[in-house]
């Protein structure tokens, strides 16, 4: 998973038509559930934090906000986009399973977007990630999950997903991803096809992952086990389904 991050860093913000428009809308969207489910919260955590795409918009709000992921050069990069968009965001390296050691408790809300929870690929694990977020959490606060919707997915092999044509700077980028089912869990290979237009060369770049195609009714059963109440899942608010939950004395 590390080398999968490692290797997107340079062009995961391509994932967005436009990357800068979805940081403020993402963080938009997010600051108003995060005050809708849990009023008063200044002080989050994302500790999948990517490139920073949720912290940075966070941040952009007025909240308070510390973000971790696992992949070094995306935490690097991370740290270089709050720069440059004049944002203050604690960034470090962190396994969302020690989560709790790394960062302690106190936070009013703590998340994992963008389908970040599925590349831990069992339940064991997602249990475990579940209950180091939920250590980080004041009483009263909640977790903030976003997942895809896998019960919504087909299954089966060779399975394109296109992402579409992206120009930039006298280059264009051709994405899409393949999946390759095994039951519950699916090895993906995003593709990055870069063509230099006034050059007219081409390079490929493939990077590969595996994750697990949990459904967000396990997911949901994973946050309960956690120790957190009230977990139920939210659509329509989000480009994915949300799952909150809440701590409770």
């Known amino acids: 998973m590390t080398s999968f991050y490692d290797q997107l860093t ?7 038509p436009d990357w800068n428009a979805s940081v403020r809308r993402q963080g938009e969207q ?14 989050v955590l994302d ?10 918009g966070l941040a952009l709000q007025g909240l308070s906000v ?21 944002v203050a965001v604690d960034f470090s390296v962190c396994d969302m399973r020690g989560a709790l050691a790394h960062h302690g408790p106190g936070f009013d809300a703590v998340l994992s977007c963008d389908n970040s ?35 919504k997915e087909e299954r089966g092999k060779n399975l394109v997903k296109p992402y579409g044509v992206r120009i ?10 393949v999946w390759d ?44 086990q956690a120790g957190l109440k009230n977990v139920r899942r939210l659509d329509g608010v989000y480009f994915q389904p949300v799952l909150v939950g809440t701590r409770a004395a």
């Open 168 to 177: 930039e700077n006298g280059y264009r980028y051709l994405l899409f991803q």
């Open 181 to 224: 089912f095994e039951g519950q869990l699916y090895d993906l290979t995003f593709f990055f096809v870069v063509e230099n237009l006034e050059a007219g060369e081409v390079k490929t770049h493939a990077m590969r992952s595996r994750y697990y195609a949990v459904s967000t009714s396990r997911l949901c059963e994973l946050m309960e």
């Open 30 to 43: 997010l600051s108003a559930l995060i005050a809708a489910e849990w009023p008063g919260s200044k002080k």
């Open 10 to 16: 340079p062009f995961y913000h391509l994932v967005y």
């Open 66 to 86: 510390r973000g971790s992921d696992l992949s070094e050069k995306e935490v690097e990069r991370a740290k270089r986009e709050a720069s440059q968009l004049e």
């Open 117 to 151: 929870l599925p590349h831990l690929l069992t339940d064991e694990d997602l249990l475990v990630a579940f209950r180091e977020m939920a250590g980080c959490i004041s009483i009263g606060g909640g977790c903030l999950v976003t997942v895809r919707d896998y019960e």
């Open 47 to 56: 500790v999948s934090c990517g490139i920073g795409t949720q912290a940075i």
